[in-house]
């Protein structure tokens, strides 16, 4: 296998202990979802006060190694023209990018969903190099239900997709993060969650494998393993603590760069309370950290609200918010 150490040195930058990733790479139609939550309409000017707030607000360079963004968001700039990606790069964050455009059904497989964008993707990474991204995500998504289990072919099908996703982004110096995310909403036990969370990654790995993904060289974006948002009882967080790191130890490669949380619809409080109890159970073969979105994203809106008198206010309650999951990423809550 072909090894390359700048690889390494990125996962080393990203998994640095007291830190995570913020996850703000939302399409312009999701950004659209996170401005409605403070009544500001979806234009191109709202998103870009938006990330301009969070990626200059001062110090989060303390809790926050990488940024991960969008097509549009790595290509914009602050009001005094400087990109995007090199106001985080100036702090020491490593810029990161969405690469996988989303999910369309799988025809034939009732309710699945396949994700695409391997089209051009290595041009695509040559470009996003270029403007300084240094790692790249890419996600698919698992559906279940109490009774709902998803086809070994569409979970397959997706895992060799990533899997071609990460050949590429180490072929061209950039870190995948592979993110499947087994979806919070439903009805499903712990139990559940924790069956297809361990199928899913054992699948994942399996194929990586397959294909000689440098291991070292690679992320894994989890869920929590939670029990179903419509579920009769909800799980204390010591219980999704010991259900998630069961999982890993059965499917997670020691060699594997690193493992970090994706927030999936949990309040941010019990986001961060789970990672805690996760961090409390000790170290672990992999360094593990958070990569929230709405987590992290959520304070600071409703601290920000869309006006400018808040703008500082905003930026505090986020440099707040990233404290907190620093510490709990290091079960110091
Ligand atoms: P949430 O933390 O809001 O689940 O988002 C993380 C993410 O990257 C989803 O793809």
Not at 112 to 124: A, H, S, V, W
Not at 183 to 189: K, N
């Amino acid at each position: 296998m072909q090894r390359n150490t700048k690889l390494y040195e990125t996962v080393a930058a990203l998994m640095a202990s007291g830190k995570g990733i913020l996850a703000a790479d939302e399409s312009d139609g999701t950004a659209g979802k996170r401005l409605a939550m403070v009544r500001l309409e979806n234009t191109p000017e709202n998103r870009q006060d938006f990330r301009e707030l969070l990626f200059t607000a001062p110090n989060i360079e303390k809790y926050l190694s990488g940024v991960i963004m969008f097509d549009s968001s790595i290509r914009n700039e602050t009001d005094d023209g400087v990109l995007f990606a090199d106001v985080l790069t100036a702090k020491g964050i490593v810029p990161g990018i969405k690469v996988d455009r989303g999910t369309r059904a799988l025809q034939g497989f009732k309710d699945e969903e396949i994700t695409q964008g391997l089209d051009d993707l290595d041009n695509r990474f040559a470009e996003y190099y270029d403007l300084g991204a240094r790692f790249a995500k890419w996600r698919m998504v698992v559906t279940i239900d109490e009774d709902k289990t998803p086809t070994y072919e569409a979970v397959r099908m997706n895992c060799v997709m990533m899997t071609r996703y990460a050949q590429l982004a180490q072929a061209a110096g950039i870190v995948p993060i592979v993110e499947p995310e087994v979806i919070h909403a439903g009805d499903h036990s712990l139990e559940k969650a924790e069956l297809e969370t361990t199928r899913t990654l054992q699948i994942l790995f399996q194929t990586l494998q397959e294909y000689r993904v440098d291991l070292a060289g690679l992320i894994l974006k989890s869920s929590m393993v939670l029990a179903g948002d419509r579920y009769q009882n909800q799980t204390s967080a010591e219980e999704v603590a010991q259900a998630t790191l069961r999982t890993f130890h059965m499917s997670v490669p020691h060699e594997t760069g690193g493992i970090v949380f994706l927030s999936g619809g949990q309040s941010p409080k019990r986001a961060t309370e789970n990672l805690n109890a996760i961090a409390k159970l000790g170290a672990q073969p992999w360094p593990i950290t958070y990569s929230f979105s709405r987590a992290i994203e959520e304070p600071f809106l409703n601290a920000w609200a869309g006006k400018s008198e808040n703008s500082q206010k905003a930026q505090e309650v986020l440099l707040e918010t990233c404290k907190q999951n620093s510490l709990a990423a290091q079960g110091k809550l």
